[in-house]
């Protein structure tokens, strides 16, 4: 009986593990994907903000970078809350499409959401 006692408590320890792990810790792709996108957009619409009424702001339309796929690699906690990782993306310029492998550092802000920190 104490033996079966015993594997409970366990199982418990370690299903309280695995929830509180879920709670913390390094980003999921999803946020990565995310966080990068935001970032992204931002800087774009930074770029091609600050062309506005100079004739050149539809020419750039065709420069701009299109995201076709980012896929994370995996994360290492960095420190203060800080995860660093590494990231393959895959993007278009000009009609030529090339995929690089890039280390990318994360934060969570006070809304729970993971931002890219530079």
Do not use: H
Not at 59 to 71: E, L, R, T, V
């Amino acid at each position: 009986m104490n033996a079966v006692k015993n594997v409970t408590k366990l199982g418990l320890v370690f299903g309280l593990a695995v929830v509180l792990t879920a709670c913390g810790g390094a980003p999921s792709d999803a946020d990565v994907r995310k966080a990068l996108e935001e970032q992204i957009q931002s800087d774009m619409n930074q770029v091609t903000g600050s062309l506005k009424g100079t004739g050149l702001d539809g020419a750039m339309d065709g420069m701009m970078p299109k995201i076709d796929n980012i896929s994370p690699q995996g994360c290492e906690e960095a420190a203060n809350d800080i995860y660093n990782c590494t990231v393959e993306a895959t993007i278009t310029v000009m009609g030529m499409q090339q995929t690089n492998m890039q280390e990318f550092s994360f934060k969570k802000n006070k809304a729970g959401e993971w931002k890219v920190v530079r």
